[in-house]
């Protein structure tokens, strides 16, 4: 097995995965898949969550909060931790708390059980995503925007998966049917192992290595200005995609009067698009750079984010996949950048903007659960409409990395 090395050198940035390598990336998504697939159930089943509890949307908010905040918290220090001392398996211990977040949730009597099993499973979340991340990158080959896209397609689509099965499993058989949804981590427990392995058997191959060249390629000052434009590019993006996975099934209820499981499907088209989005994104990233794929994702896709809150239903359906698409490709390019920004602290950097987006996710949630409580739902997403505003802070980026 050949060993790609974490910063190559010009000529090796240039050469492919090996297809045992890049199969890494492949059961990375796939875990990726299953870990979002359970975390979605959370906001999934909100609305049946909301009726057995008598919830307001503040308390909504809160379930999202918890969820999101112990993520947030914890994947920054996990990858800044794990770049200077790996841990084989944190990857399927990381999936157990998922585990255990919802057997709980299955089957609490309490809102605060509700809390804490929304804790666990960001937890779970906490440990999967900077490790996973980093061990992508390794495996990559050099087409860092490809593999980023790879592994983050696979949660997309998790995401977008668990309102469908919500729908079509939980809303019928009650919330004990959320304990099924531990099939998925016992599976993810048993392909991250592998993934373990094979991670510990490339450490061992380049145990004899030089260490990678960790300089910076621009000024600390710049590197600094730039990692917060990204952070705030990444904030104005997920609290619009928040208004999105915690509220839109209650939009559509109360704008265009449909049911449960039809306000379910018109978020998996949501975040069906944003699957496709993150796909598209990181290989158009490796080929024109991921300032272009920032420009266009964010600033691109502001007229019709202000055309949604006064389209009809099937316009609202027909800009909703839009909108998923555009945004969604800035997310692999915001990552890349960033890393090359900062080589050699691959799982800080993974770490701090997919703990980011949780966080920023998990704030904007409650507060937007505070906004629909006295403004209304459709409110929420009048004043969401002008966040791609802050898509002109791109312009700060410098032009190029490494």
Same mark, same amino acid.
């Given at each position: 097995?050949?060993?790609?090395?974490?910063?190559?050198?010009?000529?090796?940035?240039?050469?492919?995965?090996?297809?045992?390598?890049?199969?890494?990336?492949?059961?990375?998504?796939?875990?990726?898949?299953?870990?979002? #697939?359970? @975390? *979605? +159930?959370?906001?999934?089943?909100?609305? =049946?969550?909301?009726?057995?509890?008598? !919830?307001?949307? &503040?308390? %909504?908010?809160?379930?999202?909060?918890?969820?999101?905040?112990?993520?947030?918290?914890?994947?920054?220090?996990?990858?800044?931790?794990?770049?200077?001392?790996?841990?084989?398996?944190?990857?399927?211990?990381?999936?157990?708390?998922?585990?255990?977040?919802?057997?709980?949730?299955?089957?609490?009597?309490?809102?605060?059980?509700?809390?804490?099993?929304?804790?666990?499973?960001?937890?779970?979340?906490?440990?999967?995503?900077?490790?996973?991340?980093?061990?992508?990158?390794?495996?990559?080959?050099?087409?860092?925007? #490809?593999? @980023? *896209? +790879?592994?983050?397609?696979?949660?997309? =689509?998790?995401?977008?998966?668990?309102? !469908?099965?919500? &729908?079509? %499993?939980?809303?019928?058989?009650?919330?004990?049917?959320?304990?099924?949804?531990?099939?998925?981590?016992?599976?993810?427990?048993?392909?991250?192992?592998?993934?373990?392995?094979?991670?510990?058997?490339?450490?061992?191959?380049?145990?004899?290595?030089?260490?990678?060249?960790?300089?910076?390629?621009?000024?600390?000052?710049?590197?600094?200005?730039?990692?917060?434009?990204?952070?705030?590019?990444?904030?104005?993006?997920?609290?619009?995609?928040?208004?999105?996975?915690?509220?839109?099934?209650?939009?559509?209820?109360?704008?265009?009067?449909?049911?449960?499981?039809?306000?379910?499907?018109?978020?998996?088209?949501?975040?069906?698009?944003?699957? &496709?989005?993150?796909?598209?994104?990181?290989?158009?990233?490796?080929?024109?750079?991921?300032?272009?794929?920032?420009?266009?994702?964010?600033?691109?896709?502001?007229?019709?984010?202000?055309?949604?809150?006064?389209?009809?239903?099937?316009?609202?359906?027909?800009?909703?996949?839009?909108?998923?698409?555009?945004?969604?490709?800035?997310?692999?390019?915001?990552?890349?950048?960033?890393?090359?920004?900062?080589?050699?602290?691959?799982?800080?950097?993974?770490?701090?903007?997919?703990?980011?987006?949780?966080?920023?996710?998990?704030?904007?949630?409650?507060?937007?659960?505070?906004?629909?409580?006295?403004?209304?739902?459709?409110?929420?997403?009048?004043?969401?409409?002008?966040?791609?505003?802050?898509?002109?802070?791109?312009?700060?980026?410098?032009?190029?990395?490494?």
């Amino acid at each position: 097995m050949r060993v790609i090395p974490e910063n190559p050198g010009a000529g090796a940035i240039t050469q492919a995965a090996t297809p045992a390598a890049f199969s890494v990336v492949v059961a990375l998504s796939i875990c990726h898949f299953l870990n979002d #697939t359970m @975390q *979605s +159930v959370l906001a999934a089943i909100y609305p =049946i969550l909301k009726i057995n509890y008598e !919830l307001s949307f &503040a308390q %909504i908010g809160l379930l999202t909060f918890a969820f999101q905040f112990t993520a947030s918290l914890l994947q920054p220090a996990i990858g800044a931790f794990t770049d200077k001392r790996p841990i084989g398996y944190a990857l399927p211990v990381g999936t157990g708390f998922t585990l255990l977040g919802l057997l709980l949730l299955s089957s609490a009597g309490y809102y605060v059980l509700l809390l804490l099993a929304a804790a666990l499973v960001g937890l779970g979340s906490a440990v999967f995503h900077p490790e996973s991340s980093r061990i992508a990158r390794l495996a990559s080959g050099g087409r860092h925007g #490809t593999a @980023q *896209s +790879v592994f983050q397609v696979g949660g997309n =689509i998790g995401t977008a998966s668990g309102p !469908l099965l919500a &729908a079509f %499993i939980i809303v019928p058989n009650g919330q004990g049917s959320v304990a099924w949804f531990g099939l998925a981590a016992l599976t993810g427990m048993i392909i991250l192992s592998w993934v373990s392995r094979w991670y510990a058997a490339y450490r061992r191959a380049s145990a004899g290595r030089p260490a990678p060249d960790k300089s910076l390629v621009h000024s600390r000052r710049r590197v600094i200005a730039a990692l917060v434009v990204l952070a705030l590019l990444v904030f104005t993006k997920n609290i619009y995609v928040a208004s999105f996975t915690s509220f839109y099934t209650f939009y559509t209820i109360e704008r265009f009067g449909v049911g449960v499981q039809e306000a379910q499907l018109m978020l998996f088209v949501f975040l069906g698009a944003m699957a &496709a989005g993150t796909l598209i994104g990181g290989p158009i990233g490796d080929r024109i750079g991921a300032k272009a794929v920032i420009w266009v994702s964010i600033l691109g896709v502001l007229p019709f984010t202000l055309m949604l809150p006064y389209a009809d239903l099937f316009w609202t359906a027909v800009l909703t996949v839009i909108i998923g698409i555009v945004l969604a490709s800035a997310f692999p390019a915001i990552v890349v950048f960033a890393q090359e920004l900062v080589p050699g602290r691959v799982g800080l950097i993974a770490g701090v903007f997919f703990g980011f987006a949780f966080g920023m996710g998990g704030i904007s949630a409650a507060v937007l659960g505070q906004v629909a409580d006295a403004k209304g739902i459709v409110f929420v997403y009048q004043i969401c409409s002008f966040l791609p505003f802050l898509g002109l802070l791109t312009v700060l980026l410098p032009k190029n990395t490494r």
